[in-house]
């Protein structure tokens, strides 16, 4: 038994009551039959209800072995359960006690969920997950649609499963993504295949230029050891937290073991993924783990694969859930790719993989007003230089409209049509021999976009109390919403294709560059010695007859292709890599910007 006096701070010397508590350690691997024998032996009958809560704290409590990720991405030909020939489907999962259940989509028998669930893997060994899939009524029980179950016994280890499972009792299939891992760490040599020099030397051959034209689709290979993490933020309220690390690479999910009670954290983990695309981008979170709730959010880091330095362990400061200014805490990094050239550049101009779980977006005042000056910004340009244009026509410079005269004159008698990728060649090499001689403003422009992030997410962080109160009104509002959003992202698009081109030009992407350059290069020397007509000609019959050649060919645009590869100015400040001096500069200016807002 124990007792507790209670005192008030404010006034020390007064008695206001004590506690008294009956007190029962356990340890964790005594057997749950014998904590409960305890529990009866030492409590009294009036304390049952605490006596239940406890046993089932103690149960949850049990060691695991590691986190089985579900990725539930869409079902396919369900079955109709509804008079009008379509479902309200929604999903169910269970292993043991623990139990999920997906959102509803409706009328539809091919739902899109793209949702995500986590089950702990204990040592009782039960790694069945049975699915359910059942149909959404009102008024009467819900209809059963099919069942499938995952034995996750035959899955390997730090590797995500695509599963497309058929239901049975019913019809129809449901797409799953499968990950399994937070296992704990073991011996490093084991599955660290850049330590040993013969798995290397496999690794380098493999990705060599001597087999450029084999296995296409195996772009490359990276390993990702996560070591430590210092300074993190404190989240729970004994001044310390529980944390674990989340590393992804497009739809593929990886994380470390918990670290409890701990604000730096040692993983000394080792992941490896095989890269799909080369442009790719590397996302490692930080999150704290909670028994009861959704894990907390630390910090992250945005990694291009091409920024990557191989062998070098590096600490990279933590990010804010937007990727736009600093978080607490440092992570460190040590990383190695290794990818072949050839197969890369091919897989630059086509399709992007698509991500199947990405935040949600919704209507933001703040985001619509930043996207709409992102735009503002792209048109002003094109403005300006149309003023420069019409100005030689105004001969408000002589000098200048003489030299432009005569420039038109000499191109126009003498164009041919390899001078169009000429020209675009030329701009690209100047515009990379001044990053070169660094007379460029690239970093200049970055932490000024920085600035302007931070300034758009405090006015958004400063309504979010004011959003709270007009719930009501944007549910009866929802229609609007729907346009709002898609107005917002339309300004989302147009700024980033243009940001996209511009960053090709200012070698944004020093691979992409090089890439455009010899795009650029073939392209003049081809237009130069092939007459065009015969050009045009392979090109009609290339694309009138791709659907032919291959009817599940997904006809795309290479260009488009291409561009996509580049990072908008928003994902160039995403990607920045933090420094002391810069995020220390980002704080200030927040404070500065925080201090002007409440200044009357």
Same mark, same amino acid.
């Given at each position: 038994?124990?007792?507790? /006096?209670?005192? @008030? $701070?404010?006034?020390?010397?007064?008695? !206001?009551?004590?506690?008294?508590?009956? #007190?029962?350690?356990?340890?964790?691997?005594?057997?749950?039959?014998?904590?409960?024998?305890?529990?009866?032996?030492?409590?009294?009958?009036?304390?049952? *209800?605490?006596?239940?809560?406890?046993?089932?704290?103690?149960?949850?409590?049990?060691? &695991?072995?590691?986190?089985?990720?579900?990725?539930?991405?869409?079902?396919?030909?369900?079955? =109709?359960?509804?008079?009008?020939?379509?479902?309200?489907?929604?999903?169910?999962?269970?292993?043991?006690?623990?139990?999920?259940?997906?959102?509803?989509?409706?009328?539809?028998?091919?739902?899109?969920?793209?949702?995500?669930?986590?089950?702990?893997?204990?040592?009782?060994?039960?790694?069945?997950?049975? !699915?359910?899939? &059942? %149909?959404?009524?009102?008024?009467?029980?819900?209809?059963?649609?099919?069942?499938?179950?995952?034995?996750?016994?035959?899955?390997?280890?730090?590797?995500?499963?695509?599963?497309?499972?058929?239901?049975?009792?019913?019809?129809?299939? #449901?797409?799953?993504?499968?990950?399994?891992?937070?296992?704990?760490?073991?011996?490093?040599?084991?599955?660290?295949? +850049?330590? /040993?020099?013969?798995?290397?030397?496999?690794?380098?051959?493999?990705?060599?230029?001597?087999?450029?034209?084999? /296995?296409?689709?195996?772009?490359?290979?990276?390993?990702?050891?996560?070591?430590?993490?210092?300074?993190?933020?404190?989240?729970?309220?004994?001044?310390?937290?529980?944390?674990?690390?989340?590393?992804?690479?497009?739809?593929?999910?990886?994380?470390?073991?918990?670290?409890?009670?701990?604000?730096?954290?040692?993983?000394?983990?080792?992941?490896?993924? %095989?890269?799909?695309?080369?442009?790719?981008?590397?996302?490692?979170?930080?999150?704290?783990?909670?028994?009861?709730?959704?894990?907390?959010?630390?910090?992250?880091?945005?990694?291009?694969?091409?920024?990557?330095?191989?062998?070098?362990?590096?600490?990279?400061?933590?990010?804010?859930?937007? *990727?736009?200014?600093? =978080?607490?805490?440092?992570?460190?990094?040590?990383?190695?790719?290794?990818?072949?050239? #050839?197969?890369?550049? !091919?897989?630059?101009?086509?399709?992007?993989?698509?991500?199947?779980?990405?935040?949600?977006?919704?209507?933001?005042?703040?985001?619509?007003?930043?996207?709409?000056?992102?735009?503002?910004?792209?048109?002003?340009?094109?403005?300006?230089?149309?003023?420069?244009?019409?100005?030689?026509?105004?001969?408000?410079?002589?000098?200048?409209?003489?030299?432009?005269?005569?420039?038109?004159?000499?191109?126009? &008698?003498?164009?041919?049509?390899?001078?169009?990728?000429? +020209?675009?060649?030329?701009?690209?090499?100047?515009?990379?021999?001044?990053?070169?001689?660094?007379?460029?403003?690239?970093?200049? =422009?970055?932490?000024?976009?920085?600035?302007?992030?931070? $300034?758009?997410?405090?006015?958004?962080?400063?309504?979010?109390?004011?959003?709270?109160?007009?719930?009501?009104?944007?549910?009866?509002?929802?229609?609007?919403?729907?346009?709002?959003?898609?107005?917002?992202?339309?300004? @989302?698009?147009?700024?980033?294709?243009?940001?996209?081109?511009?960053?090709?030009?200012?070698?944004?992407?020093?691979?992409?560059? &090089?890439?455009?350059?010899?795009?650029?290069?073939?392209?003049?020397?081809?237009?130069?010695?092939?007459?065009?007509?015969?050009?045009?000609?392979?090109?009609?019959?290339?694309?009138?007859?791709?659907?032919?050649?291959?009817?599940?060919?997904?006809?795309?645009?290479?260009?488009? %292709?291409?561009?996509?590869?580049?990072?908008? %100015?928003?994902?160039?400040?995403?990607?920045?890599?933090?420094?002391?001096?810069?995020?220390?500069? *980002?704080?200030?200016?927040?404070?500065?910007?925080?201090?002007?807002?409440?200044?009357?």
């Amino acid at each position: 038994e124990v007792t507790l /006096n209670l005192k @008030d $701070a404010s006034c020390p010397l007064q008695a !206001i009551g004590s506690l008294l508590m009956t #007190v029962t350690l356990l340890s964790r691997e005594d057997n749950p039959k014998d904590a409960k024998m305890i529990l009866r032996r030492n409590w009294t009958t009036t304390c049952k *209800l605490q006596n239940a809560r406890l046993l089932e704290a103690h149960k949850k409590d049990q060691l &695991w072995r590691g986190v089985a990720t579900i990725t539930l991405i869409e079902g396919r030909g369900l079955k =109709s359960m509804d008079p009008n020939g379509l479902s309200d489907p929604y999903v169910k999962f269970k292993m043991g006690c623990q139990k999920y259940k997906s959102k509803v989509i409706f009328k539809t028998l091919n739902p899109h969920w793209r949702e995500q669930f986590d089950f702990l893997l204990t040592n009782e060994k039960n790694d069945i997950i049975e !699915i359910t899939v &059942w %149909d959404k009524d009102t008024i009467k029980k819900d209809d059963f649609i099919g069942r499938c179950q995952i034995d996750l016994s035959g899955l390997s280890v730090e590797h995500t499963h695509k599963l497309d499972l058929a239901l049975s009792e019913g019809k129809g299939h #449901v797409v799953l993504l499968v990950t399994l891992t937070a296992t704990p760490p073991v011996n490093e040599s084991a599955i660290n295949p +850049m330590n /040993n020099d013969e798995e290397r030397r496999s690794i380098m051959a493999r990705y060599s230029w001597i087999r450029s034209l084999f /296995n296409i689709r195996d772009i490359g290979f990276i390993q990702i050891k996560v070591v430590k993490a210092e300074g993190l933020m404190v989240a729970d309220v004994m001044g310390s937290s529980d944390p674990f690390c989340v590393i992804e690479l497009n739809n593929d999910r990886l994380q470390t073991h918990t670290i409890h009670r701990s604000l730096n954290p040692v993983w000394n983990k080792v992941f490896t993924f %095989d890269i799909k695309d080369i442009h790719s981008v590397l996302e490692v979170s930080v999150y704290d783990e909670d028994r009861d709730r959704r894990a907390d959010f630390l910090g992250k880091v945005a990694i291009p694969l091409l920024a990557i330095q191989n062998g070098e362990e590096k600490a990279y400061i933590l990010k804010n859930k937007n *990727l736009t200014g600093a =978080s607490k805490g440092v992570i460190y990094l040590e990383m190695d790719v290794v990818y072949n050239v #050839v197969r890369a550049s !091919i897989r630059t101009i086509t399709p992007k993989e698509e991500k199947y779980i990405e935040e949600e977006r919704k209507i933001s005042k703040e985001l619509l007003q930043q996207n709409y000056h992102r735009v503002r910004r792209c048109i002003m340009v094109l403005v300006n230089t149309g003023r420069y244009i019409n100005s030689w026509f105004e001969w408000e410079s002589t000098r200048r409209s003489v030299i432009a005269f005569t420039v038109y004159l000499v191109v126009v &008698w003498n164009f041919e049509l390899f001078m169009a990728p000429l +020209m675009l060649l030329l701009l690209l090499m100047y515009n990379y021999w001044l990053i070169r001689s660094g007379k460029d403003n690239t970093l200049h =422009s970055m932490e000024e976009l920085e600035a302007n992030l931070i $300034a758009y997410e405090e006015d958004e962080e400063d309504g979010a109390d004011k959003e709270t109160e007009k719930k009501t009104l944007l549910d009866k509002l929802f229609a609007i919403q729907e346009v709002g959003v898609a107005v917002q992202n339309g300004l @989302d698009e147009v700024a980033s294709f243009y940001e996209r081109i511009k960053n090709t030009f200012n070698w944004t992407i020093p691979f992409l560059g &090089w890439l455009a350059v010899f795009f650029l290069a073939v392209a003049t020397i081809a237009l130069c010695f092939i007459p065009l007509r015969y050009i045009l000609l392979v090109y009609g019959v290339h694309k009138f007859t791709k659907k032919l050649r291959n009817p599940f060919l997904i006809d795309n645009n290479e260009l488009l %292709d291409f561009l996509s590869r580049v990072p908008s %100015d928003v994902q160039v400040v995403h990607y920045h890599e933090l420094t002391q001096e810069s995020s220390q500069g *980002l704080l200030v200016y927040k404070k500065k910007s925080n201090t002007t807002i409440k200044t009357p």
